[in-house]
């Protein structure tokens, strides 16, 4: 999307990272530990210029 700013958001819970992405409004969660974001690493697949990570 043109001149849209992609964000990423990443709610750390002690169990659980829930992930959104904007503007595609896609929604997921892994769990909180080393296969959960190995997990997490797969699952993203980073649009080219992200505007922010929160």
Same mark, same amino acid.
């Given at each position: ?15 659980? !990272?829930?992930?959104? *992405? ?6 997921? /969660? %892994? ?7 190995t997990? !997490?690493?797969?699952? *993203?697949?980073?649009?080219?210029q992200?505007? /922010? %990570?929160?």
């Open positions: 999307m043109p001149g849209v700013e992609n964000g990423i958001g990443i709610d750390v819970c002690k169990r659980w !990272l829930n992930v959104h *992405l904007r503007p595609q409004n896609q929604s997921f /969660r %892994v769990r909180n530990r080393a296969s959960g974001i997990e !997490l690493v797969h699952q *993203l697949s980073l649009p080219e992200v505007g /922010r %990570v929160v």
